[in-house]
């Protein structure tokens, strides 16, 4: 089992910037690709950002791309998604989800996921 623990979101304004944490627990961290998912009030679970166990490939959604940089700290037990020039339609819950080594921008390849952390962008 692995527990996940997304934390940092908040109200920001347009322009602005957030950084989610995902903080991991049970087994090892280090085989799991993680990635980041958003819903928004009333529409479907989608794909943000993924990387692979190893932090040698990152994947975005091309909206965020240029914009929200995903990382890992695997020492730390943490995935990290920058968020920069924060629009207002990047309003959502944002979920960190983990699966074995590659990622994927499917929800349902994904085998644990976090509570959520809502971020709320204002124009």
């Known amino acids: 089992q692995v527990q996940l623990v997304e934390s940092g979101g908040g109200l920001a304004q347009a322009g602005g910037s957030l950084r989610l944490s995902c903080a991991a627990s049970g087994r090892t961290f280090n085989f799991y690709a993680m990635g980041w998912f958003r819903q928004a009030l009333g529409k479907e679970r989608e794909f943000v950002a993924a990387?692979?166990?190893?932090?040698?490939?990152?994947y975005y959604m091309g909206s965020v791309k240029g914009r929200f940089t995903i990382s890992r700290d695997n020492a730390k037990n943490t995935v990290y998604l920058h968020m920069n020039n924060l629009k207002p339609e990047d309003t959502a819950v944002y979920y960190c989800?983990?699966?074995?080594?590659?990622?994927?921008?499917?929800?349902?390849?994904?085998?644990?996921w976090g509570q959520g952390t809502q971020v709320t962008v204002s124009s």
């Open positions: 989800a983990a699966r074995r080594f590659q990622g994927s921008v499917y929800t349902s390849e994904y085998d644990y």
């Open positions: 990387i692979t166990w190893g932090s040698d490939n990152t």
